[in-house]
Nanobody, 114 residues
Framework: QVQLVESGGGLVQPGGSLRLSCTASGGPFSVYNMGWYRQAPGKQRELVASITRGFGTNYADSAKGRFTISRDNAQNKVYLQMGNLKPEDTAVYYC????????WGQGTQVTVSS
């Protein structure tokens, strides 16, 4: 069973940057397409970025041009570099497969506020 641990969130001012990290264990990480998801209070969880096993990437329109997803298969990690952050980016961020499967980690809170 795959376990996922997210980190790197925090409080940042509008226009700032954060780098989120996800560490996976318990499964063959390199065979999965991976994604970063977020969930704001009262909202559905949404996919914001994904990266394939072949390192192709896709982004939600809201993230395009501001966020970059990457992965390091040797370390079983996936990253989300976020720049020019906006208040509407405030959410709990999670990593998982794309499509998602199984249970979710605890997530990491990102708060964008002045």
């Amino acid at each position: 069973q795959v376990q996922l641990v997210e980190s790197g969130g925090g409080l940042v001012q509008p226009g700032g940057s954060l780098r989120l990290s996800c560490t996976a264990s318990g499964g063959p990480f390199s065979v999965y397409n991976m994604g970063w998801y977020r969930q704001a209070p009262g909202k559905q969880r949404e996919l914001v970025a994904s990266i394939t096993r072949g390192f192709g990437t896709n982004y939600a329109d809201s993230a395009k041009g501001r966020f970059t997803i990457s992965r390091d298969n040797a370390q079983n990690k996936v990253y989300l570099q976020m720049g020019n952050l906006k208040p509407e980016d405030t959410a709990v961020y999670y990593c998982n497969g794309d499509p998602y499967v199984g249970s979710w980690g605890q997530g990491t809170q990102v708060t964008v506020s002045s």
